[in-house]
């Protein structure tokens, strides 16, 4: 009780930094590997689509998709989409309803990152929230490599096939990929792994070949989720730890642009105040930390009533957080309401959203501002005309954990740190 008093107490006086430990500076240079991560030039934000990304992926019910609309809510039509037109009327628990049928829309990931596969350059999808890596290659029927940088194996000399090597995952209930496994050279940044195993997809679901900005994916998560088959396979961050100076992956995902994921070392230029350390129980396969506690603009810390645990998700573009917490946050919004057919929280465009504070392993409190939760347009309201926008935090629909994706990880300085395991985060500069 004690601890926990003289923790609100300190919550309430500071913004950064609530107690030590801190991670303390690194003073040698060493092997470090930067890679951009590049915001895609035809991504088209929809917040609905990539609602439900995030819930397939985590398997996640999508209970609210198919309610009733508000009267007054006209959703935006999903324009390059076959599957979407007059799907109004689909039965519940179809993917095809209303406008915000997933598989119609491209991926909802806003970065990707290039990687050196057998001497060939391939833009991938870093995600901190899956372990297997696969990239789109000659095998694939050509017809789906429309757009595509494909990886041709026959073109390297450094490439060979694992016998009986097998691959299969599935981000959820429509899309996956499946195939071959493989392994070559990976080179991340100038950081290179010798044998990287990786997946040779034979198969990808639409969302993956409609999505020519991507040629696959990189999955950081901890090795125990791989799915290959022998496997588990170790991640190409398992893989290249040991030759790091530092067996650290740090991310600074950026907004407005170009970020930058770099292996190897904390650059302290990247963060201000200190960097605060919290454990992560990986024993999902996840980057998973507590965030019990959260605070809307200069509101009062509250606890979730929910559970409690989330995870720090590269490959998700929303922050799905503990149904109290969103609740709360959009009682805050002038105009907000809830809108069943999109499955989400909608506001007018115009409302200048406040400020979101998460607790972060009891130690750090990180600050969301409002305009990082600004997610897209949504639609508009029939009766004003006035646009309505989707928010980037939205309801976890009582999952076992919260899942911050994007929205979230582009206000902070993150360390993914294999000591301990455990996460730093920071202030970026
Ligand atoms: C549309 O505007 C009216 C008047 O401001 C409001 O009462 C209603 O809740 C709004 N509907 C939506 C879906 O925003
Ligand atoms: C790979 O492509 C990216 C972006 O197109 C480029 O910046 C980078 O220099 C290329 N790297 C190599 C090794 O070709
Ligand atoms: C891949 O796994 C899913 C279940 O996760 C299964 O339904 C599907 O048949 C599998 N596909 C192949 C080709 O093994
Ligand atoms: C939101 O947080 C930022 C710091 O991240 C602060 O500068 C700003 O004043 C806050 N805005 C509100 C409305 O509290
Ligand atoms: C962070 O804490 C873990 C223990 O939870 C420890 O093993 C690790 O070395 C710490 N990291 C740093 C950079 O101090």
């Not at 406008?99 to 829309?105: E, N």
């Not at 050196?116 to 999808?125: C, K, M, P, T």
């Not at 034979?202 to 991507?214: L, M």
């Amino acid at each position: 009780m004690h601890l926990l008093l003289s923790f609100l107490l300190l919550f309430s006086l500071s913004y950064t930094v609530l107690s030590i430990p801190t991670i303390s500076r690194p003073r040698r240079e060493g092997r470090s590997f930067r890679v951009e991560q590049v915001k895609r030039s035809d991504y088209v934000a929809h917040g609905p689509a990539a609602l439900r990304n995030a819930y397939r992926k985590y398997g996640i019910a999508l209970t609210d998709f198919n309610g009733v609309d508000l009267e007054d809510f006209e959703p935006l039509e999903v324009k390059h989409s076959s599957a979407v037109a007059g799907d109004q009327d689909t039965a519940p628990g179809s993917d095809q309803t209303g406008a915000v049928s997933a598989t119609s829309v491209q991926s909802d990931v806003e970065f990707v990152s290039p990687v050196v596969v057998g001497g060939q350059n391939v833009s991938l999808i870093f995600d901190t929230g899956s372990a297997d890596m696969w990239v789109m290659n000659t095998k694939l029927p050509e017809s789906l490599l429309h757009g595509h940088t494909a990886f041709d194996p026959k073109k390297s000399r450094t490439f060979h096939d694992v016998e009986g090597g097998e691959f299969n995952i599935s981000y959820g209930d429509s899309s996956y990929a499946y195939g071959g496994v493989g392994k070559d050279t990976v080179s991340i940044g100038g950081a290179t792994v010798a044998e990287q195993t990786f997946g040779l997809p034979t198969s990808v679901s639409e969302s993956f070949t409609e999505d020519t900005a991507s040629n696959g994916l990189v999955g950081l998560g901890f090795s125990s989720i791989n799915t290959m088959q022998p496997g588990p396979q170790k991640t190409f961050f398992d893989n290249v730890a040991a030759s790091l100076d530092e067996p650290v992956l740090t991310a600074r995902l950026r907004s407005d642009g170009v970020g930058e994921y770099e292996f190897g070392r904390v650059d302290q230029r990247k963060y201000s105040g200190s960097l605060v350390n919290i454990s992560v129980d990986a024993s999902n396969g996840f980057w998973q930390f507590d965030a019990g506690q959260f605070a809307v603009g200069d509101g009062p810390l509250r606890k979730v009533t929910g559970r409690s645990i989330a995870i720090a998700d590269t490959g998700t573009s929303l922050m799905l957080a503990s149904s109290d917490l969103v609740q709360a946050y959009y009682r805050e919004v002038g105009g907000a309401l809830y809108a069943g057919s999109v499955g989400g929280y909608i506001y007018p465009c115009k409302t200048d959203l406040p400020n979101l504070s998460v607790a972060l392993g009891n130690k750090f409190k990180a600050t969301i501002p409002g305009s990082f939760i600004h997610f897209a347009e949504v639609g508009k309201n029939k009766t004003t005309g006035e646009q309505l926008c989707f928010g980037g935090v939205q309801s976890n629909e009582g999952s076992d954990m919260q899942i911050f994706g994007d929205v979230f990880l582009k206000s902070l300085f993150v360390v993914f740190d294999q000591r301990g395991p455990s996460l730093g985060f920071a202030s970026p500069t």
